[in-house]
């Protein structure tokens, strides 16, 4: 699913793209990408959920990352319509962040977000 101008539902930054290959490379199955979704959870109410795909669904749109599928969950969409993944690492720790322009509020921690 495109946007008007052929923009995508999410941007995948070079350092997430990169990341994503990396561990479908490595996953101990067979996989044919990477899924994207939301899941009700955190204090704030919903969280980005990432987890393998081993097919396409019904209804999931797929942007293309060199070559890797990242598969929408069609009920994420309305969600995620203009954000950006990207992969982030420090001392502590390394992670998929979202910059998504449709959240109204994050809890503290940053693990979940709400949208008006």
Do not use: H
């Not at 994503?20 to 979704?37: D, F, M, P, T």
């Not at 204090?43 to 598969?71: H, R, T």
């Not at 690492?89 to 994050?106: G, I, M, W």
């Amino acid at each position: 699913m495109l946007l008007d101008k052929g923009t995508p539902i999410i941007k995948i930054t070079e350092k997430a793209s990169a990341r994503v290959q990396e561990i479908i490379k490595n996953a101990s199955s067979e996989v044919i990408g990477l899924r994207i979704g939301i899941k009700t959870a955190g204090c704030s109410g919903l969280q980005y959920n990432i987890e393998f795909a081993k097919e396409q669904k019904a209804f999931e749109d797929a942007i293309d990352v060199n070559g890797i599928p990242i598969l929408i969950d069609p009920t994420a969409v309305m969600f995620l319509v203009g954000s950006e993944m990207d992969w982030k690492e420090d001392k502590f720790s390394s992670s998929f962040v979202f910059n998504n322009p449709n959240e109204t509020a994050k809890c503290g921690c940053g693990e979940s977000f709400s949208v008006s």
